[in-house]
């Protein structure tokens, strides 16, 4: 099926294709107006080395960088992920969902820390709230090593929470999927109607009419099929009349003409007439005359002397 035909399917049928088409509209503009729009909030916080270890730096803690540091900010970034800080950070009044990890291409210890959700002002609010938890829960670590406050490792905010982005990659997607299915399923139906319609190869020819764009409505009414008439009967064969068995079909008889007596026969003859002549064969039909007498002449019997 190429797609002219397709076109041409979809024209007949458009009595099926547009309400499919008004239903798809129906339920984008409902995903639309349903599906809420997300907002998401970020900040950038990095650890720092203890006031005591950059004393070697002037106090420049920016100087004194480990590698240690970015253990801890993965370890950090773990626990404020637990379901402990979910808890608590909920019961702080933070709303939405949150997530802390170590930022991409990252080439210190340096954090980030996400919040995401429905209503914007929440959304910053939460953002403020996770970033002092942060800060909150690196002192705690630390205290209950017993470490001293000025070898304990410090936080810094590098970006502040930022003002709330919408997020609408997910209502696009949302908006195409349902598209996309509403499309698929009004050419289902469109195409299972015309499927119905047909009766078999060979026996639908599309109507002119619904080519032309006319629809059902103007349409003949087909005529009603009517049952062949039946085949008249054909006049028996005429049956051979029986042959009596007391007929008997003509035979060849061979019948011997005998010469007459050679008394009878005259010298004129000659020596040719006395030899004696094979018998000719003549055909006879059956007769219920009396047989012809082999001495009889028609009446007449020779006398002696002749």
């Known amino acids: 099926m190429d797609l002219a035909e397709i076109w041409r399917v979809m024209r007949r049928r458009w009595y099926v294709l547009i309400p499919g088409l008004v239903i798809?509209?129906?339920?984008?503009?409902?995903?639309?107006?349903?599906?809420?729009?997300?907002?998401?909030?970020?900040?950038?916080?990095?650890?720092?080395?203890?006031?005591?270890?950059?004393?070697?730096?002037?106090?420049?803690?920016?100087?004194?960088?480990q590698t240690s540091l970015t253990g801890m900010a993965d370890g950090l970034a773990r626990n404020l992920n637990s379901d402990g800080a979910v808890a608590d950070l909920k019961a702080l009044g933070l709303t939405g969902k949150h997530e802390a990890k170590i930022?991409?291409?990252?080439?210190?210890?340096?954090?980030w820390l996400t919040v995401t959700g429905t209503d914007r002002a929440a959304v910053l609010e939460s953002d403020e709230i996770l970033t002092k938890y942060a800060q909150k829960r690196l002192d705690e670590f630390?205290?209950?090593?017993?470490?001293?406050?000025?070898?304990?490792?410090?936080?810094?905010?590098?970006?502040?929470?930022?003002?709330?982005?919408?997020?609408?990659?997910?209502?696009?997607?949302?908006?195409?999927?349902?598209?996309?299915?509403?499309?698929?399923?009004?050419?289902?139906?469109?195409?299972?109607?015309?499927?119905?319609?047909?009766?078999?190869?060979?026996?639908?020819?599309?109507?002119?009419?619904?080519?032309?764009?006319?629809?059902?409505e103007a349409r003949a009414p087909e005529p009603e099929e009517r049952p062949a008439a039946p085949a008249p009967a054909r006049a028996p064969a005429p049956v051979p009349a029986p042959v009596s068995r007391t007929e008997e079909p003509a035979v060849e008889r061979t019948l011997g003409i005998r010469r007459p007596p050679s008394w009878a026969r005259s010298d004129a003859d000659g020596p040719a007439a006395a030899q004696p002549e094979a018998p000719q064969s003549v055909m006879a039909a059956p007769t219920t005359a009396e047989p012809l007498d082999e001495e009889s002449t028609h009446g007449h019997r020779p006398h002696p002397g002749q």
């Not at 930022?103 to 954090?111: H, K, R, S």
């Not at 908006?175 to 299972?192: H, I, K, P, Q």
């Open 24 to 65: 798809t509209a129906v339920l984008a503009a409902a995903v639309h107006f349903l599906v809420p729009v997300e907002y998401q909030s970020q900040s950038t916080v990095t650890l720092l080395n203890s006031k005591k270890a950059t004393e070697a730096f002037d106090g420049n803690p920016f100087l004194s960088t």
């Open 103 to 111: 930022a991409d291409n990252a080439l210190g210890p340096f954090m």
């Open 142 to 216: 630390q205290t209950q090593q017993t470490v001293r406050p000025e070898a304990m490792i410090r936080m810094a905010t590098i970006v502040p929470p930022q003002e709330p982005q919408a997020q609408t990659k997910s209502r696009i997607q949302f908006l195409v999927m349902a598209g996309a299915l509403g499309f698929v399923l009004s050419l289902v139906a469109t195409f299972f109607v015309e499927a119905r319609k047909r009766r078999g190869p060979g026996k639908h020819r599309p109507d002119p009419a619904e080519d032309q764009g006319e629809g059902p």
